[in-house]
T-cell receptor
Framework: AQSVTQLGSHVSVSEGALVLLRCNYSSSVPPYLFWYVQYPNQGLQLLLKYTSAATLVKGINGFEAEFKKSETSFHLTKPSAHMSDAAEYFCAVIKGSGGYQKVTFGTGTKLQVIP | DVKVTQSSRYLVKRTGEKVFLECVQDMDHENMFWYRQDPGLGLRLIYFSYDVKMKEKGDIPEGYSVSREKKERFSLILESASTNQTSMYLC???????????????FGPGTRLLVL
């Protein structure tokens, strides 16, 4: 079974500082990995996804994530935080094989951006 | 523009009531999903449907049922609401081409349910 672990339920950064949100996956085969963002009082929106085409994946709003097989990680980064980045971020992985595959979500990391 | 809508943003119900949460997508997607979201637990899959009148249990189906009579509509039913079902409920849809890793899952805005 595949799953993801997000380290840190809350992360605070200063405006303009580097954003680093951590995600580790457990998988015996190369997985599909996703990052979603949830702004207050909204549903989830896809930020980016890894589908084995390239290890460095660029997403919307200046975010990117690097797939590192040796570390089983897929951390999300942004060079300079903006106030509008304050949201909850979820890492996700495809679970199951064949048939009807389901997306399994991590427990989420709330990002606070301090002015 | 892609759209998943949920019938209510906020609902307050009493213990024992039958509750219907409706979800509609306008993208002709095959697959639809119901999740609940709780602090510290992330999103947990309740049920999903890969076709009209088809349904599969997710990770936490107890106390819930679903209905999919039309392709665009997926309903979540709480047969007898209990206080531990107070939560945020999110509906999602996905094309269903078979290459799930390359598909985007689209979410509705959520329904925040309070059971008293």
């Amino acid at each position: 079974a595949q799953s993801v672990t997000q380290l840190g339920s809350h992360v605070s950064v200063s405006e303009g500082a580097l954003v680093l949100l951590r995600c580790n996956y457990s998988s015996s085969v190369p997985p599909y990995l996703f990052w979603y963002v949830q702004y207050p009082n909204q549903g989830l929106q896809l930020l980016l996804k890894y589908t084995s085409a390239a290890t460095l994946v660029k997403g919307i709003n200046g975010f990117e994530a690097e797939f590192k097989k040796s570390e089983t990680s897929f951390h999300l980064t942004k060079p300079s935080a903006h106030m509008s980045d304050a949201a909850e971020y979820f890492c996700a992985v495809i679970k199951g094989s064949g048939g009807y595959q389901k997306v399994t979500f991590g427990t989420g990391t709330k990002l606070q951006v301090i002015p | 523009d892609v759209k998943v809508t949920q019938s209510s943003r906020y609902l307050v119900k009493r213990t024992g009531e039958k509750v219907f949460l409706e979800c509609v997508q306008d993208m002709d997607h095959e697959n639809m999903f119901w999740y609940r979201q709780d602090p510290g637990l992330g999103l947990r899959l309740i049920y999903f449907s890969y076709d009209v009148k088809m349904k599969e249990k997710g990770d936490i189906p107890e106390g819930y049922s679903v209905s999919r009579e039309k392709k665009e509509r997926f309903s979540l039913i709480l047969e007898s609401a209990s206080t531990n079902q107070t939560s945020m409920y999110l509906c999602a849809s996905r094309p269903g081409t078979g290459d799930v890793g390359r598909e985007t899952q689209y979410f509705g805005p959520g329904t925040r349910l309070l059971v008293l």
